[in-house]
């Protein structure tokens, strides 16, 4: 199983980003694909997650109404569309997959068993 993590850069506040996960030898729609970032300094926290079928999806509170969590199953790909970015988003960013994530755990990254190597996204104010 590859995660390959790919859109981050330097934006400044107010911008937006969209982050790229690219899955390979996983089937985006059967799995539970989320995003997870770490500041320096800080623990790796949870940003949003897109469940298996429907696709439903989870957002941290302190994205809720920013972050748009997507995906192209044709592509095998999932997305985070990032609005109105702040100075406190910067950090790398990655994705993380899992078959067997319960809802009630779906933002604790030690439930994800494949990880992409992550994206660095810094927002200057």
């Known amino acids: 199983v590859q995660l390959q993590a790919s859109g981050g850069g330097l934006v400044q506040a107010g911008g937006s980003l969209r982050l790229s996960c690219a899955a390979s030898g996983l089937t985006v729609r059967s799995y539970t694909m989320a995003w997870f970032r770490q500041a320096p300094g800080k623990d790796r926290e949870f940003v949003s997650a897109i469940r298996y079928g429907g696709g439903a999806t989870y957002y941290a509170d302190s994205v809720q109404g920013r972050f748009i969590a997507s995906r192209d199953n044709a592509k095998n790909t999932v997305y985070l569309q990032m609005n109105n970015l702040k100075p406190e988003d910067t950090a790398v960013y990655f994705c993380?997959?899992?078959?067997?994530?319960?809802?009630?755990?779906?933002?604790?990254?030690?439930?994800?068993?494949?990880w992409g190597q992550g994206t660095l996204v810094t927002v200057s104010s």
């Open positions: 993380a997959g899992d078959r067997g994530v319960i809802l009630s755990s779906i933002r604790r990254w030690e439930q994800y068993d494949y």
